[in-house]
């Protein structure tokens, strides 16, 4: 029913791969077959020495302390998610206003799938339904019920089975909706948290937010690590195997929105193909960067990874994929599924051999780290 999907941003999708997101969070789609492609360089090829001049990285300190505002910024987003909405029974639907509605979609006088919903709260006029949708609630009132005949554009990603074609959504006004926001006190805390007051909630909050603060003190101290170390070079060779992992990394996301052309994708993002290259570029050097500092660090400390360990790793994504709820499947279709969204730009086994070893390069430098409280 949604004119187009909302995809996440390029930045996101490139965090995603510089923190080695898990296998178990990966869904089973297809890159693109537009992207690029490529055999991966192993950082074992690479002497860092000459790459990286490393700065102090052991006794780094990380601040764990928790501000006020910190404490407060919790609260705003709380006070946020959880407003007061009062539920307006007579009136008339405007642009830019929140109103519920039930809407059933037919083609052919038959319901279609994914065309009909009760209890939808939408906001006129950026909804996010297909042209026509919330110019033909505005105007209505609370309680009426309308047909609204429309057409799917002819270049409809969700589901291009309904593109081009005609329906007729029969929409019912419940109500409109007004946010107002909230007192916080100890009953909106007791009413929205598993806490009982303010008091309680912020002692709480502290105490999460420096624990989790403690939890990443090894991430942390790695940015600190990395401001102060030299790039003396940055190999071509790797940034161009962390271009081709990106750039197919980007081309399945934009297939697993249903995106079959990868310059829509681009245009849905307000993204050019310049500006993608301009990005794609930046993003390879900085994780091509992050892969050196991590190898460095390793070598100085004599950490690596073994084939064991790697194994271990695909055996346990393999165990995972029947726990996680997904399909069993065994470490052919992992393969299969791997290969599906990265291509030739990274193996399996070096995709596991990176990030144990940045897993481990971080919980050194967590255990070194000087925790300030």
Known sequence: ????????????????????????????????????????????????????????????????????DEIQSQIDTLLNNNPNVK???????????????????????????????????ITLGSSGFID??????????????????LKFPSDYQPNPDLAGKDAVFTVTVNHIEKSEAAKFDDAFVKKNTNYKTVAEYKTKTKESLANSK???????????????????????EL?????????????????????????????QMNMTEDAYKK????????????????????????LSVTDDEVKKQISDAVAASASSGGEKMDENALREQFKSIYGDSITLEEYYKINLLNEKVINLLKENAKIKE
């Open 279 to 302: 990005t794609l570029a930046e993003g390879a050097e900085t994780l091509a960067k992050s892969q050196l500092l991590t190898a460095a660090i390793a070598a100085k400390e004599n």
């Open 87 to 121: 539920k307006i029974k007579k009136g008339t639907c405007k642009k830019g206003q929140s109103v519920n509605i039930d809407y059933v979609g037919k083609m052919n006088g038959k319901k279609f799938d994914g065309g009909s919903e009760e209890g939808r709260t």
């Open 1 to 68: 029913m949604k004119k187009q999907i909302t995809v996440i941003s390029i930045v996101l999708v490139m965090a995603m791969v510089m923190t080695g997101c898990s296998w178990e969070d990966v869904k089973s789609k297809f890159v693109g077959k537009d992207s690029a492609s490529g055999t991966s360089i192993s950082l074992d090829e690479i002497d860092t020495e000459e790459c990286v001049t490393l700065g102090t990285y052991k006794g780094v300190e990380v601040d764990c302390t928790v501000s006020d």
């Open 239 to 267: 940034k161009q195997s962390c271009s081709n992992q990106l750039d197919a990394y980007y081309h399945y996301m934009a297939t697993s929105y249903n995106y079959t052309d990868f310059k829509t994708f681009l245009t």
């Open 132 to 149: 026509g949708f919330d110019d033909g609630v505005i105007g209505m009132k609370v309680g009426e019920k309308k047909d609204l005949k």
């Open 214 to 236: 403690k939890e990443s003190a090894g991430s942390t101290a790695m940015e600190t690590v990395e401001k102060n170390s030299k790039f003396v070079s940055v190999p071509e």
